[in-house]
């Protein structure tokens, strides 16, 4: 992989599947690596927390694109029994849970911006007449601890069809009202996925205050990091925009 490879995929964007076929076979015949071996392809049990900087930052955006061309949009994240849901979850931030300020749920209004054909804001009420879904997933934090839980809520994909999103675009970002501005942005195709949520309840019963209400992004497919709570706003473009902890040196990517 030399770096003018790299530096070219940063500047052009995109990677084709045959790209990658390319690259995988490429490494496996010059020294027996597979491409997830390569982009140390992130688990439950993997930390990436490791700083980056200069080069190591060109590879990691690089293994970014990677993993978001290996990435199936329709492969489901592991699903569990009801029985394994944990009763009160694990609450974690960046602050302490006595940082948040309650979000008033009927004023709250939902933000949309970029390339949608309709900007309107959402209210509660309204985002509760969409469909909904729930799934028993497992929340993978990179701090080191994991745990099983049931969100539910309106599948993203439904909410950007509604909105005349440009599904076509690279990203979906997202702002957060709390005290640090949390912020986050997806790939489109994880947007997409089957199982992700703007999730309004927790084991069957609306959100808790700090665990992100009155709506949060529940996104089986990625670790804990990539689940930003109190979500004010949502943006749909082909601008990288990076989000918080990526600008501490997390991989965007973020995949399970
Ligand atoms: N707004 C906001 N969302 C956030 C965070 C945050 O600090 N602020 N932390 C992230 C991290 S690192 C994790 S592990 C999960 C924790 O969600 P939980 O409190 O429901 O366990 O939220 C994610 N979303
Ligand atoms: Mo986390």
């Known amino acids: 992989m030399t770096s003018e490879r790299i530096e070219r995929y940063l500047r052009d964007g995109g990677l084709s599947k045959s790209d990658v076929a390319n690259l995988q076979r490429r490494l496996f015949l010059k020294r027996g690596l597979s491409l997830g071996a390569l982009t140390l392809l992130s688990g439950c049990d993997v930390t990436d927390t490791a700083p980056v900087d200069g080069f190591l930052k060109m590879i990691s955006r690089f293994n970014d694109g990677v993993q978001a061309a290996l990435f199936n949009g329709e492969k489901l994240a592991p ?7 944990a009763p009160t979850f694990r609450y974690n931030a960046q602050y302490g849970p006595e940082k948040i300020h309650k979000i008033n749920p009927d004023t709250w209004r939902l933000e949309v911006s970029g390339l949608v054909t309709d900007k309107t804001p959402w209210t509660l009420e309204r985002l509760k007449t969409l469909p909904q879904r729930a799934d028993v997933t497992r929340h993978c934090c990179v701090e080191g601890w994991s745990m099983i839980g049931k969100w539910g809520g309106v599948p993203l994909r439904t909410f950007l069809e509604k909105i005349g999103a440009d599904t076509s675009a690279k990203y979906v970002a997202f702002r957060c009202d709390d005290p ?14 089957p199982q992700t949520i703007m999730a309004l309840t927790y084991a069957d019963k609306p959100l808790e205050a700090i665990f992100g209400a009155p709506m949060r992004m529940k996104i089986p497919v990625k670790l804990g990091f990539k689940q930003p709570k109190f979500v004010s ?17 997390y991989n965007w990517f973020g995949g399970l």
């Open 180 to 193: 640090i501005n949390y912020t986050g942005s997806i790939d489109m195709a994880s947007a997409r996925h």
């Open 233 to 249: 706003s949502i943006h749909v473009s082909n601008d990288y925009s990076g989000g918080y902890w990526e600008g501490y040196g």
């Open 79 to 85: 699903t569990f029994p009801e029985s394994m849901v």
